[in-house]
């Protein structure tokens, strides 16, 4: 799908509605990952060098509709301003602003309060989204939609706002079409996926159609014992989607039929109750204790994935293999992350849970060949769906 970019909009000294995605993890008003931020920044200041005035919209987190001050975008518009090294002003109303933007000049930015907050952004009802749209539109005279990790949704300051102004893609969201376009057309092999993350249910699309583009695949993390468990073996406590059993099953056996070699642990590092202070057990996956459950794959595990992607010319990881945030539990996703730094070729990590993983155990984005911003967006990109922001900017 061809989308508009800048370079095919004329956006010099006008005002520009940027919808960026700066949904980054706060706690207590601190921000501990700014890299969706960062991410930005690209686009952001070539608005600003050809003397663009900027009204930023974006979210944080899923309030529903309701005010929530832990989901405040303030401290992201500090963050962004320490960044860019110069103000950037914040509106804690988003409706009614007419008259404040119509006051911007150029080089200025204003940051809108999280869109979310708003019911009729995420509304299933299209006229309550229009209605928004139709509001934020008198805003500005163009509209840049850079939120990649939002493209996937159809709301109403990602879909239905594009279509009331001239409007192309933002830098961020043409790079990572580019990457993603790479790796459903035109792959170096051998081209091996590695997906973890708790639930098959989120993937289920993704490794199905994969199986007809991919030479590996590698399922770790809390989706690992559905897989298992369609094998027969002993789960134990560990997360299972029992319903998913029967699907789980079809996949291994086209896998098989297609030659794709599938690779599932072998061992599991287990522990009583799902606790940071939780010592952990290392045990074969036929030997899962039934009071026990699966935090994270074992070493041997590790390896074998670790060496399986190094052999490939195209990696695209989603998703840790364990539970990271837990010391004892993140050696799995530590040495995929570091498999993933020694490619020779194209390796990918796949936004959300993953990126925050990378750079929380310590590697940094420049030792990967891309850092998507956009979890959810990835893996529908990758399912074969349409995506209604990239519609709404082709």
Request: charged share 25%; net charge negative.
């Amino acid at each position: 799908m061809g989308i508009r970019t800048l370079a095919q909009l004329p956006f010099a000294g006008k005002q520009v509605i940027l919808r960026c995605d700066l949904n980054v993890p706060i706690k207590n008003g601190v921000i501990s990952d700014d890299g969706r931020i960062r991410a930005s920044l690209s686009t952001i200041k070539l608005l600003l060098d050809n003397e663009c005035s900027i009204v930023i919209i974006a979210h944080l987190g899923r309030p529903k509709g309701e005010i929530k001050k832990e989901l405040s975008l303030e401290p992201v518009a500090k963050r962004l301003g320490t960044l860019l090294d110069k103000e950037v002003r914040f509106s804690s109303e988003i409706l009614g602003l007419r008259a404040t933007t119509d006051l911007l000049k150029a080089g200025e930015i204003l940051m809108l309060e999280n869109i979310r907050f708003l019911e009729s952004e995420t509304s299933k009802d299209q006229q309550e989204r229009e209605l928004l749209a139709n509001e934020l539109a008198t805003y500005g005279e163009v509209y840049v939609g850079d939120g990649f990790g939002a493209v996937h949704r159809k709301h109403a300051s990602v879909f239905e706002l594009a279509s009331l102004l001239p409007h192309a893609a933002g830098n961020l969201v043409v790079a990572e079409v580019d990457v993603l376009e790479k790796l459903t057309k035109s792959p170096d092999r051998p081209y091996a996926v590695v997906l973890g993350g708790a639930k098959v249910s989120d993937k289920i699309a993704v490794i199905s159609n994969l199986l007809d583009q991919v030479d590996v695949i590698a399922i770790g993390g809390g989706m690992v014992f559905t897989f298992l468990a369609a094998q027969g073996k002993e789960v134990g406590k560990s997360l299972v989607e029992l319903d998913l059993i029967p699907t789980v099953k079809e996949l291994m056996e086209r896998a098989a039929e297609k030659k794709v070699e599938l690779l599932l642990p072998t061992d599991i590092l287990v522990a009583h109750e799902f606790s940071e202070s939780s010592p952990p057990t290392l045990v074969l996956t036929d030997q899962i204790p039934t009071d026990q459950m699966g935090l994270d794959i074992g070493p041997v595990s590790a390896a074998s994935f670790a060496n399986a992607i190094s052999k490939c010319e195209t990696v695209f990881w989603n998703g840790p293999m364990g539970v990271f945030e837990f010391p004892n539990y993140a050696n799995g996703t530590k040495a995929i992350a570091h498999a993933l730094t020694e490619i020779k070729g194209m390796s990918v990590v796949g936004g959300g849970d993953s990126a925050a993983a990378v750079r929380k155990l310590g590697f940094t984005d420049k030792q990967f060949g891309y850092i998507s911003t956009g979890g959810g967006a990835s893996l529908e990109y990758l399912e074969g769906k349409q995506l209604p922001g990239l519609v709404a900017l082709s």
